[in-house]
């Protein structure tokens, strides 16, 4: 579903002059109000080269492995040495987040890593124009990358002794998140999402970012239970540091002002998608988690002065060994039976086979799973949504994304909404195959009954339901999948 909106908002910048999307709802939205992701007209040329959801996939994954470079460079200004560089490189290559990163379809905040980095990189070796146009791109790719930027004019400020230059970078990225989430944003129809991802931590009659700042102010302790009190945070947050040996703790204590927005986002939220290395959001943290992780490094060569070589080879052999792990553990670099690289099935070959029916120019409403297929399109709607779709294309199977319907009941929820759509008389049955089925506005539809009785059997029902029964299986045509379990009743 996130694909299918990316792909659309920036397909739209040149079909419509905006990032129009219609993902939303059944009208047609400026996706910049709902994310400010201005760094999205900057790829809309280099996307049309593919014009393609596959584009972004590919996109995505180079600029992820191109911020081994300026991490590389880093490293090696930092520390002096070539090993304990391309160590940091190899577990930033292997991080489980970073894996995590690139296949939750595509993000733009996954763009922030390497210019965060070009950017440590530039502002370590005194290089001040460069330094500010990677920060400014890193401003343009979302809108709480502000709070970063002002974060590393703290840090000049206080780090560098720059205190000119450290003001100025962290007035001009509050006013920017400021104007943008007060006024940009709201004005193009969308509002910033803070409540819902903070609910749990908002203080009772509070709201808003004022309430996340109340809370944190005012309640240091209720704070720390929050973030600490909580296993899967305290997983993250060891997910995320042990690949480079808590390098980072011996990181300056200022340096670490740069990490504060990217961890309270991620670790004061009650959104529990965020605070895990299988999605996006990590991408905000990496880079200060690897710019602190050469500091540290850097101090741990400084501290064993006289045993440069013995404590270089320790430290390249604690990354190397707890790298590997933690990418075999945690990570997806290397398929196992936990996790193996996904496959296209029959099924989504069919679904494939469907979307290539539909002329490029039409417009279509259709399951969350499905838009993305259906790429570089001025008009896709979700499902439910109809509005003045051309077509409908459906999907009933049991692990079909029936979003925005969720849980055990989003299957049941989306035939009821399939079924009024169809009864409906507006659209009529082209052809259906395995579960999917795509109609046409204005066609006959005296193929629709038996279309819905066929999407209404109940063969999918036994399939559906967890039970612990651990009866032998035995063949048995009339089941489905031609299987049954075997009960002996008492």
């Known amino acids: 579903f996130d694909l299918g909106i990316h792909d659309q908002a920036i397909y739209n910048i040149f079909a419509s002059g905006y990032m129009r999307t219609t993902l939303y709802g059944p009208y047609a939205i400026n996706y910049i109000g709902d994310h400010f992701a201005p760094i999205q007209f900057l790829l809309a040329p280099i996307y049309l080269l593919g014009a393609d959801a596959r584009a972004l996939l590919v996109l995505q994954s180079l600029f992820l492995?191109?911020?081994?470079?300026?991490?590389?460079?880093?490293?090696?200004?930092?520390?002096?040495?070539?090993?304990?560089?391309?160590?940091?490189?190899?577990?930033?290559?292997?991080?489980?987040?970073?894996?995590?990163?690139?296949?939750?379809?595509?993000?733009?905040?996954?763009?922030?890593?390497?210019f965060l980095l070009t950017a440590f990189c530039f502002l370590e070796a005194k290089r001040d124009l460069p330094f500010l146009i990677a920060l400014l791109l890193a401003l343009m790719v979302k809108e709480e990358v502000a709070l970063t930027t002002a974060a590393v004019g703290a840090y000049v400020f206080f780090g560098k002794r720059r205190p000119l230059l450290g003001a100025a970078i962290a007035l001009v990225s509050l006013v920017y998140f400021a104007v943008v989430i007060g006024w940009v944003m709201p004005a193009l129809g969308g509002t910033p999402q803070i409540d819902t991802r903070f609910g749990g931590y908002i203080a009772p009659r509070s709201e808003g970012a004022r309430g996340v700042a109340w809370t944190l102010f005012t309640n240091p302790l209720f704070t720390l239970n929050h973030i600490f009190g909580d296993p899967a945070k305290r997983l993250f947050l060891l997910q995320v540091f042990l690949?480079?040996?808590?390098?980072?703790?011996?990181?300056?204590?200022?340096?670490?002002?740069?990490?504060?927005?990217?961890?309270?986002?991620?670790?004061?939220?009650?959104?529990?998608?965020?605070?895990?290395?299988?999605?996006?959001?990590?991408?905000?943290?990496?880079?200060?988690?690897?710019?602190?992780?050469?500091?540290?490094?850097?101090?741990?060569?400084?501290?064993?002065?006289?045993?440069?070589?013995?404590?270089?080879?320790a430290v390249v052999a604690a990354i190397l060994i707890t790298a590997t792990g933690a990418t075999l553990l945690w990570g997806r670099l290397i398929p196992s039976a936990r996790a193996p690289w996904p496959q296209p099935s029959s099924h989504h070959r069919v679904v494939d086979q469907f979307v290539a029916q539909i002329p490029r120019n039409a417009s279509v409403s259709a399951l969350g799973g499905i838009a993305p297929h259906l790429t570089a399109r001025k008009t896709i709607y979700l499902f439910p949504d109809v509005a003045d779709a051309e077509y409908l294309l459906l999907d009933t199977s049991l692990d079909a994304n029936y979003w925005p319907y969720e849980g055990l009941e989003a299957r049941d929820k989306s035939l009821a909404s399939m079924t009024e759509v169809i009864r409906g008389g507006a659209f009529g049955l082209v052809k259906d195959e395995d579960g999917v089925y795509l109609f046409q506005r204005g066609r006959d539809t005296g193929g629709n009954d038996a279309a819905l009785a066929r999407m209404l059997s109940t063969r999918y029902e036994a399939e559906a339901l967890w039970s612990d029964f651990d009866g032998s299986v035995a063949e048995d045509a009339g089941a489905s999948g031609g299987k049954a379990r075997v009960a002996r009743p008492e």
């Open 243 to 313: 690949p480079v040996i808590f390098l980072p703790l011996l990181a300056p204590a200022e340096a670490w002002l740069v990490a504060v927005p990217a961890l309270a986002v991620l670790t004061l939220t009650s959104a529990h998608t965020q605070y895990s290395i299988a999605g996006h959001y990590s991408a905000h943290l990496l880079p200060s988690v690897f710019f602190l992780a050469a500091l540290g490094a850097a101090r741990l060569r400084r501290m064993a002065e006289g045993r440069t070589v013995a404590a270089t080879t």
């Open 65 to 114: 492995a191109a911020a081994a470079v300026p991490l590389y460079a880093l490293a090696r200004l930092k520390t002096r040495s070539v090993g304990i560089a391309l160590a940091l490189v190899l577990a930033y290559l292997l991080h489980p987040a970073l894996h995590g990163v690139n296949l939750a379809d595509f993000h733009q905040i996954a763009l922030v890593i390497v």
